[in-house]
């Protein structure tokens, strides 16, 4: 597995624990991580942006990452921390595992 996509990997492993514990309603625990897995998450998008850059056959839809995590943002925001669980795992986390699969 390429550095590239073990990061991503690991990267969504981080994110889903996260959001399960928006969906538990464990709050306060779930904010108190959320800055680091944030971290993660510049890493992954990151790394995809390079990625793309240095193949240019790889498809990656950059807008739709910037409007998923702007929407998870906003989320944020609002304090809909269900709402917030659900564009990470639905929107965000799935999208990123398609791309991360066309990673050599």
Do not use: C, P, W
Request: glycine share 4%; charged share 35%; proline share 0%.
């Amino acid at each position: 597995m390429s550095t590239e996509k073990e990061l991503i990997t690991t990267g969504i492993g981080e994110l889903e624990e996260n959001v399960t514990l928006f969906y538990q309603q464990k709050t306060g625990e779930a904010l108190r991580k959320f800055s680091s897995v944030l971290d993660r998450v510049l890493e992954i998008v990151d790394t995809l942006f390079f990625y793309k850059k240095e193949h240019e056959d790889f498809v990656l839809d950059e807008i739709r990452v910037k409007d998923t995590l702007t929407e998870a943002m906003n989320a944020l925001d609002d304090g809909d921390m269900i709402l917030l669980a659900d564009i990470i795992q639905y929107d965000f986390i799935e999208y990123i595992g398609e791309v991360a699969e066309a990673i050599e």
